[in-house]
């Protein structure tokens, strides 16, 4: 996976999505967003096994492909960051 997004829109999509992560979990996952990137665009999502919230986000994907990643620790290094783009890639 390969993308290039506007720091400030995905930052906000990440305060959405992280709205229901619980701070403790018995399930690790459940404090990661699932970032997509595919023919249809950018879309992150996460859950907490009852609710389930999803938001898309503009963005320029190079390659296809999904991962999960800690979503707080995700704001918090997106939010420190000067440039006005992000560019996240992964095997």
Do not use: H, W, Y
């Not at 699932?34 to 609710?51: F, H, M, R, Y």
């Amino acid at each position: 996976m390969k993308i290039a997004i506007e720091r400030e829109k995905f930052a906000k999509a990440l305060q959405r999505v992280n709205s229901i992560i619980a701070t403790r979990t018995m399930l690790p996952v459940l404090s990661n967003v699932l970032i997509e990137a595919g023919e249809n665009g950018i879309v992150l999502t996460s859950t907490d096994l009852e609710i389930r919230i999803s938001t898309a986000v503009e963005g320029e994907v190079s390659e296809n492909g999904k991962v999960t990643v800690n979503a707080r620790k995700l704001l918090s290094l997106v939010n420190c960051f000067s440039a006005s783009k992000v560019e996240l890639e992964s095997d």
